[in-house]
């Protein structure tokens, strides 16, 4: 089966992603895995590549696959390989881009598949192919969304020279360090995920070239979609013709470009939400909010460090300028970064969209706290006449602390409520 050219990517559906069910496994006529070989003057490696990796899904697997060819703009006789391939072999199709670039090819060839189940590897076939059923299993069941081989892993046996394992656990060091990431091994060349998550994913992912995995796998663990590693065994190519300088650079770019994105909330990662579990009963949970617990937590420790920055502004204003002043200017630009830290920690607001209305609601509720507080220093002046600095710091504290819980609820209820997702919607029109 050959496909000559495949224009491009399709754009996501809006709103959130439905919950995990276990994918169909007999539908007529369509495999459930593709698994795609991006490939760049392969025209040695590539016919072997294919035959041994179809004729170990022919015997382990136990569903329906497509083997794609995803040619990058090859100059030798590659082309020409994978369309032989393709006519010889009906679970293989060839495809031809005119660009070069794994990312490009993957995202335009997964973008494009009727497989629920999208993987790729490299043309080398460092990796065992034993791991090739672990991998995709956990996205068929409905457990996991991605899945990657991990070269990291304890139990992972892995024949390669030095000066690769010092870029490999470098690079994955950076990645902790500067995008916090968790997952073990960005760059091994053994992936797959689920294709309703690729339509949704895939239009976030800028790189086009060797960044691609990690970009797509950060924005994936941002977004709280589950990442499911699997121990591989691999040896290492010599052969291999990757550039590792122009690698490595090119990746702190990316690493640089996706911190910015995430530190300004400009990536719509609510678009890949998940409810919580696929069991029918808790999606019809009454009275319950969604994420309460994990809402009180961020909530708590915003709270806690903005009523210290409001303690250390109010002690500064004070040296010039009475309470009840010292007090509202202390409010006011804590109010502020407040809001900002609980719309994008405490309620996973990212974004622009009605960032200025919720600042402006935000006033709202800093006004209510300005009342209860400036309403305390007051009835504590009337009560002492001139208090000490100390028993005013521990009156608005605790004017702050009785304001906290308030605060919450309408933050909660009113400046950042839970949209309602189209199945509860639909349920509560029944």
Excluded at 24 to 37: E, W
């Amino acid at each position: 089966m050959r496909t000559p050219t495949i224009a491009g990517p399709a754009s996501g559906t809006p709103g959130a992603l439905p919950a995990r069910e276990h994918l169909p496994v007999s539908v007529a006529g369509r495999p459930v895995l593709d698994v795609v070989i991006p490939v760049y003057n392969e025209e040695k490696d590539l016919e072997p590549c294919v035959r041994r990796l179809h004729e170990h899904l022919l015997r382990t697997f136990p569903y329906g696959f497509r083997i794609t060819v995803a040619d990058n703009a090859s100059t030798d006789t590659t082309p020409a390989v994978a369309a032989a391939l393709a006519d010889e072999v009906p679970e293989v199709r060839s495809v031809r881009l005119e660009q070069k670039g794994r990312g490009r090819a993957l995202r335009t060839v997964w973008s494009a598949s009727d497989a629920p189940v999208l993987a790729y590897m490299d043309v080398d076939l460092s990796t065992d192919l034993n791991a090739l059923l672990p991998l995709v299993a956990p996205l068929i069941s409905g457990h996991s969304d991605l899945a990657i081989g991990s070269r990291l892993a304890r139990s992972s046996r892995v024949v390669r020279g030095p000066k690769r394992e010092f870029i490999s656990r470098a690079y994955n060091l950076i990645l902790r360090g500067s995008l916090a990431a968790r997952f073990s091994d960005a760059q091994c060349g053994f992936k797959a995920i689920r294709r309703d998550v690729a339509e949704r994913l895939l239009p976030m992912v800028e790189d086009t070239g060797w960044f691609f995995d990690t970009e797509m796998l950060v924005l994936a663990e941002r977004a709280g979609l589950r990442i499911h590693e699997v121990p591989v065994d691999w040896v290492d190519d010599p052969d291999s013709t990757v550039h590792i300088m122009k690698t490595a650079t090119d990746d702190l770019k990316g690493v640089w470009r996706v911190g910015r994105a995430l530190a300004t909330g400009s990536l719509p990662l609510d678009r890949l939400a998940r409810p919580f579990g696929d069991d029918p009963r808790d999606r019809d949970l009454s009275g319950v909010p969604g994420g309460l617990a994990r809402q009180l937590v961020g909530f708590c420790v915003v709270g806690a460090l903005s009523t210290l920055f409001y303690v250390a502004l109010y002690s500064a204003f004070r040296l010039g300028v009475g309470p009840q002043l010292a007090n509202a200017a202390a409010l006011l630009v804590s109010a502020v970064a407040n809001t900002a830290a609980n719309r994008r920690l405490t309620f996973g607001v990212r974004g622009r969209d009605r960032a200025v209305r919720h600042q402006a609601q935000g006033l709202v509720v800093f006004a209510i706290g300005l009342a209860l507080t400036s309403g305390s220093l007051a009835a504590l002046g009337a009560a002492t006449g001139d208090p000490a600095h100390s028993t005013e710091l521990a009156v608005l504290i605790v004017a702050n602390l009785a304001a906290t819980v308030l605060r919450f609820l309408l933050f909660r209820l009113w400046v950042f409520p839970e949209r309602s997702t189209p199945q509860t919607s639909a349920r509560n029109d029944r």
